[in-house]
């Protein structure tokens, strides 16, 4: 059973409107939260953070939110630019700085002209 | 700027061949990974190292190995190759502060096909 799932395979947004990306989560130990952003024949780039200490991160056009109760994160891009177009995966740690990471299995965004 | 390097790009190999999967990483990270990415189910880890020598089984291990002799280069060995692990294989490393999560560092991949 996936511990992060991605409900949404794909999603199309026209340039400048705002793209949501959602995240699940069912482990309760995870306290950190990563997105990763990936362009085709492209390893994963890192993209934005949260700890669970916060319920918000901001970096430039990108935010993430994050719901512990509803154990629920989600990425928002605005304005969403062509560039913007990749597949986005989640990823989650649970406690003691651990290393590992469990990856959700991607949301592919098309920004359309 | 840090850098993962990937041996190959794309390989094309027969069932029961060893096949090895070369990874190399400049910025003297402990960590490193090896993860398989396929369709619908995302990335997934099959071994890490967070030091040379050192080496931990992830969620996927079987019918796989791994080798860390030096610190920069984590290898990923198929012993006798089958046709589902055909799949995008990523490198990654990221550093080990025990104080602070640190992001990892993907390679290109590698995408390996088994015929």
């Known amino acids: 059973d996936q511990q992060v799932k991605q409900n949404s395979p794909s999603l199309s947004v026209q340039e400048g409107r705002i793209s949501i990306l959602n995240c699940d989560y069912t482990?309760?130990?995870?306290?950190?939260f990563l997105w990763y952003k990936k362009y085709p024949a492209e390893g994963p780039t890192f993209l934005i953070s949260?700890?669970?200490?916060?319920d918000k991160n901001e970096d430039g056009r990108f935010t993430v939110f994050l719901n512990k109760s509803a154990k629920h994160l989600s990425l928002h891009i605005v304005p969403s630019q062509p560039g913007d177009s990749a597949v986005y995966f989640c990823?989650?740690?649970?406690?003691?700085?651990?290393?590992?990471?469990?990856f959700g299995p991607g949301t592919r965004l098309s920004v359309l002209p | 700027d840090v850098k993962v390097t990937q041996s190959s790009r794309y390989l094309v190999k027969r069932t029961g061949e060893k096949v090895f999967l070369e990874c190399v990483q400049d910025?003297?990270?402990?960590?490193m990974f090896w993860y398989r990415q396929d369709p619908g189910l995302g990335l997934r880890l099959i071994y890490f190292?967070?030091?040379?020598?050192?080496?931990e089984k992830g969620d996927i291990p079987e019918g796989y190995s791994v080798s860390r002799e030096k610190k920069e280069r984590f290898s990923l060995i198929l012993e006798s190759a089958s046709t589902n692990q055909t799949s995008m294989y990523l490198c990654?490393?990221?550093?080990?502060?025990?104080?602070?999560?640190?992001?990892?560092?993907f390679g290109p991949g590698t995408r390996l096909t088994v015929l």
């Open positions: 990654a490393s990221s550093l080990l502060w025990e104080s602070s999560y640190n992001e990892q560092f």
């Open positions: 482990n309760s130990m995870f306290d950190y």
């Open positions: 949260i700890s669970s200490i916060k």
């Open positions: 990823a989650a740690s649970a406690g003691n700085y651990g290393q590992n990471f469990v």
């Open positions: 910025m003297d990270h402990e960590n």
């Open positions: 190292s967070y030091d040379v020598k050192m080496k």
